[in-house]
């Protein structure tokens, strides 16, 4: 059965740091490529980061460019997203995303999501 389990969210103060991470029970987990979505209250969900499947090519929204660091240790089949300076405007239920392809190629190319977990930013 295949399993995405995210952890690390919770509540922070705006300027702060969380560290997500996502434990995935996959098939075939280091040859493809994984990514980050959110979602916030009232909104359709974006795009936030994306990794290739061997770690060396990684893709942001330009939104999160430069504070958010996206990446993955195939030996733990996990997924790690780095936030920092964190803003309210980033509060948000954050997901993983098993993409089928070594490579990020765009959303279509998602084959499993995980349930999300959820990120709270004060102001």
């Known amino acids: 059965q295949v399993q995405l389990v995210e952890s690390g969210g919770g509540l922070v103060q705006a300027g702060g740091s969380l560290r997500l991470s996502c434990t995935a029970s996959?098939?075939?987990?280091?040859?493809?490529?994984m990514a980050w979505f959110r979602q916030a209250p009232g909104k359709e969900r974006e795009f936030v980061a994306a990794i290739n499947w061997v770690g060396l090519r990684t893709s942001y929204a330009d939104s999160v460019k430069g504070r958010f660091i996206i990446s993955r240790d195939n030996a733990k089949s996990e997924v790690y997203l780095q936030m920092n300076s964190l803003k309210p405007e980033d509060t948000a239920v954050y997901s993983c995303?098993?993409?089928?392809?070594?490579?990020?190629?765009?959303?279509?190319?998602?084959?499993?999501w995980g349930q999300g977990t959820q990120v709270t930013v004060s102001s």
């Open positions: 995303a098993f993409h089928y392809g070594g490579d990020w190629a765009g959303v279509r190319f998602i084959k499993y």
């Open positions: 996959v098939r075939d987990f280091k040859n493809n490529a």
